[in-house]
């Protein structure tokens, strides 16, 4: 059952990745996240997601100062 969730969680993170306004790199980074959950290499892809975006988010404030 927790490998059914990775699924899905990895296939909602790989919409995310297409559907979001994220530049090349980004998008690159969270497509491999979502394909890795999807094929079960992670098991909590949401957590990694977190940490993943609120990094992105850091940069992206260190980047505007």
Do not use: Y
């Amino acid at each position: 059952m927790m490998d059914l969730l990775c699924c899905i969680d990895g296939l909602f993170i790989i919409v995310d990745a297409l559907t979001d306004n994220l530049g090349h790199d980004e998008w690159t980074n969270l497509a491999i996240v979502g394909i890795q959950a999807f094929l079960g290499d992670i098991r909590k892809p949401a957590a990694l997601l977190d940490t993943f975006l609120l990094d992105n988010e850091t940069s992206l404030k260190h980047e505007s100062t």
